[in-house]
């Protein structure tokens, strides 16, 4: 218990610092800015209490916000994925459901799984932050098509990590 | 009671979550200028227009009320501005300096009169013996000079206008510093004519004209106007100079009063110095 606490904390620090140090510093083009940070959300422990999630989900988001000087959209965004994260396992949940002691990482869960879980959470996430920013409907698909696109980079980031951790781990 | 704890307590995720988008979208409008007037355009857009109809129709019921308060408003204003006032002292800045020695003080003063179109022209000014007014003080614009104060009352100067038929100022030729009498002729506000110019002196048109420094009313090289034509009457050793003066007349509105604290003294020696040359 105690050890994943710990290392959901680490897990919070080294995406927050990835995000706002280096994510925050590439130029991908006028589309593409992906936020790798949702990643923590999703992975928090299957166990974790929903209304701890949100307030989790709430303190990460202002911890970008801070950072991006954009005070209260990031956490709205990611209030909002945290509120729909339960639907979305459970949408998602194997026949005989989660196993205790189990993360919603491809270590525990698959591939398959994962990226279309975050595939879901990802798309969420964005939409609500990027409508939320634009603040106005005459944008519509071309905040649409930069929803689609940071989307894409985010959840590619996401998997890819996940590579990077598990065979460090293994290994 | 227990039903409202109870529905809360069931739903305590859900108002959790409502409760948290609250205070981001609160976080947001608060620190975000561009989402506040966001805001505000919107609900202007669907309330403003209700509002601004009932808000016509209501006005005209208040028009009687709004007029009074409106001409009120205008009486007190009215008193209350500044042309309502004189002004009673007049601030002179005098500086002390051991190695100079202050000749010129300057007061400013708001023209109250005056005249172009007659032989004889005078300005009234604002400024008198109270404010430290005294005959024979020169008067000039930013522009330019503008004459000579004759006569002075308590909160009034009388001016005698560059433009009269004893005017008479000490004008020099800026670049070459030949001398003579500027007056004026009478004809045209805009023109004054400067004589006895020797007739070896080069004249261009468009010469700048300044006052002498040998005259005691006029602080020197203060503009007066440019050369406009020059003619030479046959037989005479002169140029009569047209001369355009920098000032008009006719816009004249705030001037400065130039007190020469030496005149006396200059004026004094100069006469006593005439009485020994006839004796």
Redesign the interface.
Not at chain 2, 23 to 28: G, H, R, V
């Given at each position: 218990m105690l050890n994943t606490v710990l290392r959901n904390i680490v897990r919070f620090i080294v995406l927050i610092l990835t995000q706002v140090l280096v994510i925050k510093n590439i130029e991908l083009g006028r589309f593409i800015n992906p936020f790798i940070y949702v990643l923590f959300i999703i992975t928090l422990p299957f166990e974790t209490p929903r209304s701890l999630l949100l307030l989790i989900a709430f303190v990460t988001g202002i911890s970008i916000d801070m950072f991006y000087d954009t005070m209260g959209m990031h956490a709205a965004a990611s209030v909002f994925m945290a509120f729909c994260r339960p639907r979305v396992f459970r949408f998602f949940a194997p026949r005989d459901g989660y196993e205790a002691g189990t993360e919603p990482i491809i270590r525990y869960m698959g591939s398959l799984w994962f990226v279309s879980c975050s595939a879901v959470l990802i798309v969420l996430h964005h939409f609500f932050l990027f409508y939320l920013e634009v603040f106005r409907w005459t944008e519509f698909f071309s905040t649409f098509f930069r929803v689609f696109m940071s989307a894409l980079f985010t959840l590619g980031l996401c998997t890819l990590s996940q590579y990077l951790v598990s065979r460090r781990t293994s290994g | 009671m227990r039903n409202l704890v109870l529905f809360l307590w069931k739903n305590?995720?859900t108002l959790?979550?409502v409760g948290?988008?609250v205070?981001?979208?609160?976080?947001?409008v608060?620190?975000?200028t561009?989402?506040r007037t966001?805001f505000i355009n919107s609900s202007n857009k669907l309330s403003g227009g209700v509002l601004q109809m009932y808000s016509d129709v209501n006005d005209y019921f208040n028009l009687k009320y709004a007029n009074e308060q409106l001409a009120r408003e205008n009486a007190l204003l009215h008193t209350l501005s500044s042309s309502s006032f004189i002004t009673t002292s007049a601030r002179t800045y005098i500086a002390n300096d051991s190695l100079r020695k202050q000749k010129y003080e300057y007061i400013s003063a708001k023209v109250v009169n005056n005249s172009t179109n007659r032989r004889s022209n005078y300005l009234t000014l604002d400024r008198g013996s109270v404010q430290g007014i005294k005959r024979d003080m020169a008067v000039i614009s930013s522009e330019g000079i503008i004459g000579v104060v004759i006569s002075v009352s308590e909160n009034f100067s009388s001016v005698m206008s560059l433009l009269h038929k004893n005017s008479k100022v000490s004008a020099m030729i800026k670049k070459e510093g030949s001398y003579g009498p500027l007056s004026w002729e009478g004809d045209d506000y805009r023109y004054g004519t400067l004589s006895d110019i020797p007739n070896h002196v080069q004249l261009k048109v468009g010469d700048t004209i300044v006052t002498s420094p040998y005259g005691s009313t006029y602080p020197p090289n203060i503009l007066i106007g440019t050369v406009e034509s020059h003619e030479i009457k046959s037989g005479e050793p002169f140029i009569t100079v047209h001369v355009k003066l920098s000032v008009d007349f006719k816009k004249v509105s705030y001037v400065y009063i130039v007190n020469n604290v030496m005149k006396a003294e200059q004026d004094s020696l100069e006469n006593a110095t005439q009485k020994e040359k006839k004796e």
């Open positions: - | 305590n995720f959790l979550f948290l988008e205070l981001c979208f609160f976080l947001i608060q620190n975000n561009y989402h966001g």
